[in-house]
């Protein structure tokens, strides 16, 4: 009993040191916080795996969190804090890629995917259609014709009752 007690302060320690590992920059102006925090969600670690530097707790991302607030501080625009960092970590620090003439495949690729999806797929519906109109034999033809005759002449009769 005593050992889960140490476990459960140790476990409860360590989560702990892991929030606290990524800082809070402070700005005196509300809209240079909201700036701070919404490039920060928009730029992503180059460290991790797609996920973004306020999230992060890696080195680089706390130099990058670093970086940004110093550059708004200094009165930087978005777009020059996203250059500034695209310029020193390269394109993969952005959620959206530019269209550009080494991206358009990233753009292009899920348009181009769902018109071939839908072409497989008139194409699976023609040919089906066509495969079951095709293969009835000589005998289930004769026997639709007939079973279609009988119900245009019951309709027939129905109409003359009324």
């Known amino acids: 009993m005593a050992m889960m007690r140490w476990l459960l302060v140790f476990a409860l320690l360590l989560t702990g040191s892991a929030q606290a590992a990524i800082e809070i920059q402070s700005f005196e102006d509300p809209t240079l916080t ?3 925090e919404g490039l920060s969600k928009q730029l992503r670690c180059p460290m991790c795996q797609n996920e973004s530097i306020a999230a992060s707790s890696s080195p680089i991302s706390a130099d990058m969190r670093e970086r940004v607030a110093a550059m708004l501080r200094e009165g930087a ?3 020059e804090v996203e250059a500034a960092m695209v310029d020193r970590f390269g394109d993969y620090v952005r959620y959206d890629p530019r269209f550009e003439e080494r991206t358009w495949i ?3 690729l899920p348009l181009a995917l769902i018109v071939v999806g839908g072409g497989v797929v008139a194409g699976f519906v023609v040919r089906r259609r066509r ?3 095709d293969n009835l034999s000589h005998d289930e033809r ?5 079973l279609i005759a009988r119900h245009d002449t019951e309709d027939a009769g129905r109409r003359d009752d009324t």
């Open 34 to 36: 909201e700036r701070y």
């Open 77 to 79: 625009t978005d777009a």
């Open 106 to 108: 990233l753009w292009g």
């Open 131 to 133: 495969l079951d109109a």
């Open 142 to 146: 004769g026997r639709l014709d007939e």
